[in-house]
């Protein structure tokens, strides 16, 4: 695996720490503990990093005292730091990161086990040392602290040791100090160590992901003191680091979070039948133990996490990922409560687009989540074989009155197709959302293919699930706004189905133009499974989707003859929203594009073979592009080298949701 490829570890409340396997800082985000001061949100970087440097007496050498640094840093104006070369092993779990090193002396290698752990449920990490070593040696430990939103940066010379309050922290065999920055309280606890309270600046930090992105690369930091530690020849010793949000009083350090994930991968595999293949069953298990990682807690409830590092809990990201994560991992109680916590937040007939990442109102500008949070209410009542809870009966009937009747956004039913309409040409309503400094790169405003299938199978899927008199009025609603698909939306590019019906004003009349853009959305007509076109119609989508759109780590979303489409994802902010729904694949969109394969040929064993060969392959990527994870997106367009190039979050709900969801529904047998 690539040294620069990145690990994170997450807490359960929206907290978590982050970083790659050389221990580089590289992003904003990158440190040893962002804590959620509301969960899941209002994240800020309390530690950074840990500046390790031992620092060996060699006798009869031109360099008497040798000093190597376990963490490198970049400062401004210097070149990009060579990996440690005493870097040998790295290894991870779902609550701790391992680093191994041999650092070669005249009497042999000092080895030293560095173990980053986090805490369930709780604001808090610890660095872990076991050291031996051949010779004398010391080690100093510098914690380096930003106490910021997790979002910003402390630019160069915003920040001096006078900003912070520093005092001692007085426990038994404990030496260390509470910092703190405004609402902001950081604990730092070490045993076995000595505690040195000489503060300094480590001023120009650089940190490149930031430069790639045309963002703001430079960060100062505050090093409080350091601890210190001796290292005894022939000795073995064992250093400990605390550091916890300030604000935490008792803290359980054996969490339960290794016997959960075992028993979601247990669940999982369960739910694919068993299957015999090592490898099918490796892939299906290393899905399932990522799952874990976007769980949170929200107000005495539960919520899912968009992506790591930046997203808060979006609807539409945690209605798509539910299944996956929840209920084919056997979490079906967290799927209820979850499901409720977006009912609870249900304004003008929708849920939340977005909870707010500083924890103000929450965003509305979604004409899909709602739609998924339907799908999601079915899918988990035919899980679990439950009814519909009265809380959720309520709010899939709110919903379906405000779209029929028209909300917000210009979302509503048109009378004259039974379709819905939604947005305008400043909005972006739909999955394909990039919009900056006025520009709305994908607007689909109108009468997106998805979100007529997403309302059809919505309107099916509440008829079966309510026992009121209305079933029937429903199912005519959606068979209606089917045959209006039929007339309307088929036979478009490649022979696929219409992306998007724009609306165009004429003198006397309003005009549906059919969109000429072959994207990917028609595959959820194919694969929403109360969505039943014909079986004509099926194919020609499907082959117009895998011809021209499948890559081998998911879907691009647009087609590569159009003059819109984007190679690669790379430059400004601007720049990236240009090309992040015009060409760049989607990994989540495999799983969609799977499904619709085998509803389409009826779940025989070539669609069946040929998903589980796709999604391996996509899932394979967890070794080597991202430790663990999925990535949010790739390059539309192979490198040098033949491989798609990962960018955007390197840990994405739908994308590893999506990918075991599909994975193990084409593998059981009925």
């Known amino acids: ?96 990161a391992s680093w191994t090193y041999h650092i070669p002396t005249q009497q042999g290698a000092i080895s030293i086990r560095k173990t980053l752990r986090v805490c369930d449920r709780t604001n808090a990490s610890v660095l872990e040392y076991e050291i031996q070593s051949p010779v004398d040696a010391s080690m100093t430990l510098t914690p380096l602290v930003a106490m910021r939103d997790f979002h910003e940066l402390n630019h160069q010379g915003s920040i001096c040791a006078e900003d912070f309050q520093i005092s001692p922290i007085k426990e038994p065999a404990v030496q260390g100090v509470s910092v703190s920055r405004g609402e902001l309280t950081l604990g730092l606890r070490g045993v076995q160590t000595d505690w040195n309270d000489s503060t300094s600046i480590y001023s120009d930090i650089r940190l490149d992901h930031e430069s790639l992105r045309g963002q703001p690369d430079r960060e100062d930091l505050l090093a409080p003191g350091h601890w210190s530690v001796q290292i005894r020849k022939g000795n073995s010793q064992h250093v ?231 079933s029937n009025t429903l199912l005519n609603q959606a068979d209606f706004a089917q045959s209006s698909v039929e007339s309307l939306m088929t036979k478009g590019p ?43 119609i099926r194919d020609d989508s499907i082959r117009a989707v895998w011809d021209s759109l499948l890559t081998p780590v998911g879907v691009r979303t647009l087609a590569p003859n159009n003059p819109q489409y984007h190679t690669h994802y790379m430059g400004s902010l601007l720049d990236r929203d240009a090309a992040y729904h015009n060409g760049t694949v989607w990994p989540w969109l495999l799983g969609p594009a799977c499904e619709a394969l085998m509803r389409t040929r009826g779940f025989d064993d070539v669609s069946r073979t040929t998903s589980i060969q796709r999604l391996s392959t996509l899932a394979s990527k967890m070794r080597t592009d991202s430790v663990g994870q999925l990535h949010e997106i790739y390059d539309a367009e192979p490198n040098e080298s033949g491989h798609h190039r990962p960018d955007g979050c390197p840990a994405q709900a739908w994308s590893i949701a999506e990918t075991l969801r599909v994975l193990v529904l084409a593998s059981k047998r009925d």
């Open 494 to 536: 490649s022979r696929g189905l219409v992306d998007c019906l724009i609306p165009m004003n004429h003198t006397r009349a309003l005009h549906w133009e059919r969109s000429s853009e072959l994207r990917p959305n028609q595959l959820f007509a194919l694969s929403l499974p109360n969505v039943q076109l014909p079986i004509a």
């Open 240 to 470: 400990r680091l605390e550091m916890q949000d300030g604000h935490e009083s008792r803290i359980d350090w054996n969490g339960n979070k290794q016997s959960r994930v075992r028993s979601t991968i247990d669940h999982a595999l369960r739910a694919a039948g068993n299957p015999d293949d090592p490898a099918l069953r490796e892939s299906i298990a290393m899905l399932a133990c990522a799952s874990d990682a976007y769980v949170v807690d929200r107000n005495d409830s539960t919520s899912i996490i968009a992506g790591y590092p930046w997203f808060s809990d979006w609807g539409r990201d945690t209605m798509i990922a539910l299944p996956g994560l929840l209920l084919v991992t056997g979490r079906h109680d967290e799927a209820l409560a979850t499901l409720s916590t977006f009912a609870a937040a249900i304004e003008h007939g929708l849920i939340p687009n977005r909870f707010d990442d500083d924890d103000g109102p929450a965003h509305y500008n979604t004409v899909d989540a709602s739609l998924w949070f339907i799908h999601a209410c079915a899918q988990w009542c035919e899980a679990t074989g439950n009814p519909l809870p009265k809380n959720l009966d309520d709010a899939c009937a709110t919903i379906i009155n405000a779209y029929t009747q028209g909300t917000i956004h210009n979302i509503g039913v048109d009378p004259g197709d039974g379709l819905v309409v939604a947005g305008s040409e400043d909005t972006q309503l739909t999955w394909m959302d990039a919009q900056r400094d006025g520009v709305t790169f994908t607007p689909r405003h109108g009468k997106p293919i998805e979100i007529q299938a997403l309302w059809i199978n919505a309107l099916r899927c509440f008829a079966k699930l309510t026992n009121t008199s209305s």
């Open 1 to 96: 695996m690539n040294d620069q490829a990145e690990w994170v570890l997450t807490m359960g409340n929206g907290s978590f720490a982050m970083g790659s396997i050389d221990a580089t800082p590289r992003r904003r985000y990158h440190g040893l503990l962002i804590a959620s001061q509301s969960p899941p949100v209002r994240r800020a970087v309390l530690v950074s990093a840990m500046d390790e440097c031992v620092r060996i007496q060699q006798e009869h050498c031109c360099t008497p005292q040798l000093a190597i640094h376990l963490t490198r840093f970049r400062f401004a104006d210097q070149d990009a730091p060579e990996t440690m070369p005493g870097l040998v092993g790295f290894e991870s779990d779902p609550e701790s």
